[in-house]
C-alpha cells in the first residue's frame, strides 16, 4: 500500500494531536495546582504576620514594654496612672 502526500501529513498530524492534547492537559492541571498552593502559601504568610501581639496588651494605652502589668489595665482615675496597674483604694468601712 502506498500513501500519498497528503494522506501522510494527515497521519503524521493525528498523531502530534493524540500526543500533544493529553501534555497541554496535563501542563494546566500543574498550572492550576501550583496557583492553588502558591495561594495557600500567601495566605499562611498573612496569617502568621496578623497574629503578632499587640504592642499593648490590655488596651490601657500603656505598651506593654513599660506596663507594670501588662495583662490587666490601668484604672485612669489621676493616681499612679503611669505603672500600668489598677489602682487598689483602701477604704475606710464608713459611708
Same mark, same amino acid.
Given at each position: 500500500?502506498?500513501?500519498?502526500? #497528503?494522506?501522510? $501529513?494527515?497521519?503524521?498530524?493525528?498523531?502530534?494531536?493524540?500526543?500533544?492534547?493529553?501534555?497541554?492537559?496535563? $501542563?494546566?492541571?500543574?498550572?492550576?495546582?501550583?496557583?492553588?498552593?502558591? #495561594?495557600?502559601?500567601?495566605?499562611?504568610?498573612?496569617?502568621?504576620?496578623?497574629?503578632?501581639?499587640?504592642?499593648?496588651?490590655?488596651?490601657?494605652? $500603656?505598651?506593654?514594654?513599660?506596663?507594670?502589668?501588662?495583662?490587666?489595665?490601668?484604672? #485612669?482615675?489621676?493616681?499612679?496612672?503611669?505603672?500600668?496597674?489598677?489602682?487598689?483604694?483602701?477604704?475606710?468601712?464608713?459611708?
Amino acid at each position: 500500500m502506498s500513501w500519498t502526500h #497528503k494522506q501522510r $501529513i494527515t497521519v503524521v498530524a493525528m498523531v502530534v494531536l493524540v500526543v500533544a492534547v493529553p501534555t497541554l492537559w496535563q $501542563i494546566g492541571d500543574v498550572r492550576t495546582a501550583q496557583a492553588a498552593e502558591q #495561594k495557600q502559601s500567601d495566605l499562611a504568610d498573612q496569617t502568621v504576620s496578623t497574629q503578632q501581639a499587640p504592642a499593648d496588651y490590655d488596651g490601657d494605652g $500603656i505598651n506593654d514594654s513599660a506596663d507594670e502589668c501588662p495583662t490587666r489595665p490601668e484604672t #485612669k482615675n489621676g493616681f499612679q496612672d503611669a505603672d500600668g496597674c489598677p489602682d487598689v483604694v483602701e477604704t475606710t468601712g464608713a459611708s
